[in-house]
C-alpha cells in the first residue's frame, strides 16, 4: 500500500530540485561550476565538522581548500574506518550488516531515515552505501532530467494510457544493490508506477512470457539483457510496446542502443551511475555521456592519480558525490576509466561529454545437450553467485559452450572454504539446469579471480573462446513484432 504523504514529501522534493537543475543549466557551465563549487565547499566542511575520518585526513589543510588538495580515498579505507566515516554517529557497521543480511529488508529505511545499498564489488571488495531523503531527492531529479519533452508525442502517451502495468525491471534481485532497492523504495511509495520487478536469473522463455503477460509502459535493465529482449521481440515472442526503455549498470555501445532503440521502436536511455553515486551522467542521441556536472565531480587520473588531459583514456576516476551529506564520498578512487571529449558535443547539452570504459563483462553463448544455443547475460550469474555466497570476489571463465571454470578467492579479503565453493558450484549448476544447460559443467579452478590491469576491475564473466554456432531455441517462428 502507498504511503500518500510520503509519496508527497519525495515528488515535491524532487520537483523542487529538478527546477533548479534545470534553471542553474539553462544558464549554461559557468553557472555549473559555481554551483558545483558551493556544494564542495559546503560538503567539505560538513565533513571536517562531523565525520571523524575526515576530520583527520583533513587537519592542517585550509578552510576552503582546492579540490586537488583533498587527499583522494578508497573503498577499502572507507569500509575499514566505516563507523568513522558517517556525518550521522548513530551509523555502525556492525548492525547495518545485520539488516542488510535479510534479503526481505532490501529497500527498507533504515533508523527511520534512510536507504542502504551495496556495491557488487567489482575492484573486488563490496561496499555499503547510505543515502538519506535529500540524497535520493536529488538523485531522483537527475533521472527526470534525463528526459527530454519532445520524446512524449501521442504515441508515447497512448503507449501509457494502454499499457497493462507500470514499470518491468529485470535486474539481479538477490542483492541489495542500487536498482532494486531504488525499486522497492518506488514501490513503497506508489505500487501502481513501480510495476514489478523479474529477477534476471529467470529463464528467458518464462521471462518474455511474463512480460508479454505485464506489457509494461516501461522497461529497465541491463544492456546486455536489453539486447536480448530487443531478439526476442524482433522474433515475435514478446510483443511488448513500452513508452521508453532505460538501461544502466554496464556499458552500452552506440551500436547496441540503436539496435534496442530499432527493435522497440521506442527512446533509449542509457545511464552511467554506480553505487556510490546512483547517477554520474547520462548519454544523449549522439552516444556521448553527459556529466551531471551540477552534483558529480569526476576527475579522470592515471595510475599515480595523477590528472590526465581531455582526450586521454584515465586509469581510473576520483569521484565526489556532492549530494549524500551522510557519508561524504570526496575524491574516491571509483575504478573506472573514462576519456573526456575534447570537443563540445553537437547536441548542444552545456554538460560535459565523456566516454565510459567501465564493466566489461561478456554475455555467454552455452550450448546445450541436443545444441541448442542459450545467450547468458553476465549479471545473471553473478547473481546466482552472490545469492549463494554473498559479495564475494569471483571469475567465471567460459571453456567453449560446455564448460564454465569457477574462480573463488582462498586467501586474503572474501577467502572461500571449500565448502562454500561447493555450494557455489551447486547453485550454479542448479541455475544453468534451470536454463536448460544441465550438461554444462562447473569446474572449480584453482586460479584467483584477478583484476584487470587497464581498468583496475574485476572481470567476473569472461567468454575464452567464440560463441559456438547459433540454432534457435524451440518455439515460434520469426514474424514481424505486433506493436
Known amino acids: 500500500m502507498s504511503d500518500p504523504t510520503a509519496l508527497f514529501t519525495a515528488t515535491f522534493d524532487c520537483a523542487l530540485c529538478s527546477a533548479a537543475m534545470r534553471l542553474d543549466r539553462a544558464c549554461g557551465p559557468a553557472r555549473i561550476d559555481a554551483v558545483a563549487r558551493s556544494r564542495l565547499d559546503e560538503l567539505v566542511a560538513h565533513a571536517r565538522e562531523r565525520s571523524p575520518l575526515y576530520r583527520e585526513?583533513?587537519?592542517?589543510?585550509?578552510?576552503?581548500?582546492?579540490?586537488?588538495?583533498?587527499?583522494?580515498?578508497?573503498?577499502?579505507?572507507?569500509?575499514?574506518?566505516f563507523d568513522d566515516w558517517a556525518t550521522d554517529r548513530r551509523i555502525a557497521r556492525a548492525p547495518l550488516e545485520r539488516f542488510l543480511a535479510d534479503p526481505q529488508r532490501a529497500g527498507d529505511r533504515w533508523l527511520g531515515a534512510y536507504t542502504v545499498w551495496t556495491s557488487s564489488g567489482t575492484t573486488g571488495e563490496p561496499g555499503i552505501f547510505v543515502q538519506d531523503d535529500a540524497a535520493l531527492a536529488v538523485?531522483?531529479?537527475?533521472?527526470?532530467?534525463?528526459?527530454?519533452?519532445?520524446?512524449?508525442?501521442?504515441?508515447?502517451?497512448?503507449?501509457?494510457a494502454t499499457a497493462g502495468g507500470g514499470m518491468a525491471l529485470v535486474v539481479a534481485t538477490g542483492a541489495p544493490h542500487p536498482g532494486i532497492v531504488a525499486w522497492r523504495r518506488i514501490a513503497r511509495l506508489n505500487p501502481t508506477l513501480a510495476g514489478r520487478a523479474y529477477p534476471i536469473t529467470l529463464p528467458l522463455p518464462e521471462l518474455v512470457a511474463a512480460l508479454a503477460r505485464h506489457r509494461p509502459a516501461f522497461l529497465a535493465t541491463y544492456p546486455t539483457m536489453a539486447l536480448l529482449l530487443a531478439r526476442e521481440r524482433l522474433a515475435g515472442?514478446?510483443?511488448?510496446?513500452?513508452?521508453?526503455?532505460?538501461?544502466?549498470?554496464?556499458?552500452?555501445?552506440?551500436?547496441?542502443?540503436?539496435?534496442?532503440?530499432?527493435?522497440?521502436?521506442?527512446?533509449?536511455?542509457?545511464?552511467?551511475?554506480?553505487?556510490?553515486?546512483?547517477?554520474?551522467?547520462?548519454?544523449?542521441?549522439?552516444?556521448?555521456?553527459?556529466?551531471?556536472?551540477?552534483?558529480?565531480?569526476?576527475?579522470?587520473?592515471?595510475?599515480?592519480?595523477?590528472?590526465?588531459?581531455?582526450?586521454?583514456?584515465?586509469?581510473?576516476?576520483?569521484?565526489t558525490n556532492l549530494a549524500n551529506r551522510v557519508q561524504p564520498i570526496i575524491r574516491y578512487d571509483l575504478g573506472?576509466?573514462?576519456?573526456?571529449?575534447?570537443?563540445?558535443?553537437?547536441?548542444?547539452?552545456?554538460?560535459?561529454?565523456?566516454?565510459?570504459?567501465?564493466?566489461?563483462?561478456?554475455?555467454?553463448?552455452?550450448?546445450?545437450?541436443?545444441?541448442?544455443?542459450?545467450?547468458?547475460?553476465?549479471?545473471?550469474?553473478?547473481?546466482?553467485?552472490?545469492?549463494?555466497?554473498?559479495?564475494?570476489?569471483?571469475?567465471?571463465?567460459?571453456?567453449?559452450?560446455?564448460?564454465?571454470?569457477?574462480?573463488?578467492?582462498?586467501?586474503?579479503?572474501?577467502?572461500?572454504?571449500?565448502?562454500r565453493r561447493r555450494a557455489c558450484r551447486r547453485a550454479?549448476?542448479?541455475?544453468?539446469?534451470?536454463?536448460?544447460?544441465?550438461?554444462?559443467?562447473?569446474?572449480?579452478?584453482?586460479?584467483?579471480?584477478?583484476?584487470?590491469?587497464?581498468?583496475?576491475?574485476?572481470?567476473?564473466?569472461?567468454?575464452?573462446?567464440?560463441?559456438?554456432?547459433?540454432?534457435?531455441?524451440?518455439?515460434?517462428?520469426?514474424?514481424?513484432?505486433?506493436?
Open 139 to 160: 538523485y531522483d531529479a537527475l533521472v527526470m532530467a534525463q528526459s527530454d519533452p519532445r520524446e512524449w508525442g501521442p504515441r508515447e502517451l497512448a503507449r501509457c
Open 336 to 419: 573506472d576509466s573514462v576519456r573526456v571529449l575534447r570537443q563540445p558535443c553537437p547536441c548542444g547539452n552545456p554538460l560535459p561529454a565523456i566516454e565510459v570504459h567501465g564493466r566489461t563483462d561478456d554475455t555467454l553463448s552455452l550450448a546445450s545437450g541436443d545444441g541448442v544455443v542459450v545467450p547468458i547475460v553476465p549479471l545473471a550469474l553473478e547473481s546466482v553467485v552472490e545469492e549463494a555466497l554473498g559479495a564475494v570476489p569471483f571469475q567465471l571463465v567460459a571453456e567453449g559452450a560446455r564448460a564454465l571454470r569457477l574462480r573463488l578467492a582462498r586467501t586474503g579479503p572474501g577467502a572461500t572454504t571449500p565448502a
Open 237 to 319: 515472442r514478446l510483443p511488448i510496446a513500452p513508452a521508453m526503455v532505460w538501461c544502466g549498470g554496464e556499458c552500452m555501445s552506440q551500436a547496441a542502443r540503436e539496435a534496442v532503440a530499432a527493435a522497440f521502436d521506442c527512446p533509449v536511455h542509457d545511464e552511467y551511475g554506480a553505487a556510490e553515486s546512483f547517477s554520474i551522467a547520462a548519454a544523449c542521441a549522439h552516444g556521448a555521456m553527459h556529466l551531471h556536472a551540477d552534483w558529480v565531480l569526476l576527475e579522470p587520473v592515471d595510475r599515480l592519480l595523477r590528472p590526465v588531459p581531455p582526450g586521454t583514456r584515465s586509469h581510473t576516476v576520483l569521484l
Open 57 to 81: 585526513r583533513y587537519a592542517g589543510l585550509p578552510a576552503r581548500p582546492a579540490l586537488a588538495d583533498l587527499p583522494p580515498v578508497g573503498k577499502r579505507e572507507l569500509m575499514a574506518r
Open 428 to 483: 550454479l549448476l542448479g541455475y544453468l539446469a534451470s536454463q536448460g544447460l544441465g550438461d554444462v559443467r562447473v569446474v572449480d579452478d584453482a586460479g584467483e579471480p584477478a583484476i584487470d590491469a587497464r581498468s583496475g576491475k574485476l572481470r567476473r564473466v569472461i567468454a575464452a573462446g567464440p560463441p559456438p554456432p547459433s540454432r534457435p531455441r524451440p518455439g515460434r517462428t520469426r514474424r514481424e513484432a505486433r506493436p
